[in-house]
C-alpha cells in the first residue's frame, strides 16, 4: 500500500500538489527545497500521492541512513485528509532504513514507542489581532529595546543582499557553531535566492546610523504562516534593540496576510524565553530517532 520512490522516479507534479494541498503542508518539503538542502531524498508514497513521507538520506559503509538536514525544521507525512494511518509510515520507514532521524511536523501524531521519540518545542505568534493589540502583548523588554532601537536610529531595509546576512551569520553565531560548515553557508546561500526567485522569501536587514550592518533575518513566506528560517546580530552591538527591532518590523510588515509568526523553535530555555516575550506560545513537535544498526555501526551512532 505504500510505496518507496526514489527522487528520479518521482512524479514530482504530483507530489508537490499532495505536499501544497495537504493538511500539513510545510514549505519545507516541496521538491525544489529538498533538492537544494538534501544530499539525497526519497519518498513513502501512500495510494496515488494520496499521502507522503519524504526522507533525506546518506550512504556510510554501504548502509542508507535518515538524517536531519541543516535548513529543515519540519517533515514527516503530509496527507490529503486525517484517515491516514502514520503507524503505517513509521512501520514501513523502519524496515526499509536500519538507523532514521527525522524531524516531524507539528500535525503528525504517532502513536509509536517512546523511545524513538525526543520532543521539540517550537514559538509561534499568532497575527490574528492588528499590530498595535500585538504590539500591546509584547514585554516591558521588548518594548525597551524598540524605544532603544529608536534612540540608536535604526533603520530597515528589504530586500537585502543575503551574503550580507550570510557574512553576520558566519562573524556571530557561526564561531560559536563549528558544526555549520562551509558547504552549509553555500547551501542555505542558494537556498535563500531560489527562495527570492519564487518569491517566498525575504531579506530584512537592520542598520544603525553609520550605515552598518547590525541585524539580519531571512523570512519564509508559506500559506497563512512566516518562518525565520535564518538570522542574526552583530554580537559586538547587542545593547541597541536590533534583534528585537528585526523581529518587531517582520511581524509589522506581515501581520496584515499571515496568521502565524514561526519562530524557527528552540528547546534552548534563554532563546525559548526570548521568542515567548514578544507574545508567542510554545508548540509542541517530535523528533524521530529510530537506530537497528548492526552493534558496532549503532555504536558509532549514538
Known sequence: MIKYIKRKDLDVEKYNVC???????????????????TENWSVFVYKDYNA???????????????????????????????KVDFQLFYKTLFDKFKFVETRLNQKNNPNIASKHLINNQMQILK????????????????????????????????NDDPVKLID???ENIGKRTPNILENDYNTVLTLMKLC???????????????????????????????????????FKNRNNGANTFLIDRAIFKFEKNYTVFNFGGSTIKSVAKYFLS?????????????????FLFKLLKQ
Request: proline share 4%.
Open 19 to 37: 505536499i501544497e494541498k495537504s493538511i500539513q503542508s510545510k514549505i519545507y518539503a516541496f521538491s525544489w527545497y529538498l533538492d537544494v538542502v
Open 52 to 82: 507522503v513521507m519524504p526522507i533525506p538520506w546518506k550512504k556510510k559503509f554501504f548502509i542508507k541512513y535518515g538524517y536531519p538536514p541543516f535548513w529543515l525544521l519540519e517533515l514527516g507525512v503530509f496527507s490529503l485528509d486525517d
Open 127 to 158: 497575527l490574528d489581532t492588528d499590530y498595535p493589540s500585538i504590539l500591546s502583548n509584547y514585554r516591558k523588554d521588548r518594548k525597551k529595546d524598540i524605544l532603544k532601537a529608536s534612540k540608536n536610529d535604526l533603520t530597515e531595509k528589504w
Open 196 to 234: 527570492i526567485d519564487k518569491r517566498v522569501g525575504e531579506v530584512l536587514s537592520i542598520y544603525d546610523a553609520h550605515k552598518n550592518i547590525v541585524a539580519s533575518g531571512f523570512f519564509l513566506k508559506h500559506k497563512n504562516e512566516i518562518i525565520i528560517l535564518i538570522s542574526s546580530t552583530d
Open 168 to 170: 553576520l551569520f558566519k
Open 278 to 294: 514578544f507574545g508567542a506560545e510554545t508548540l509542541n513537535y517530535q523528533h524521530l530517532k529510530y537506530n537497528n544498526l548492526p
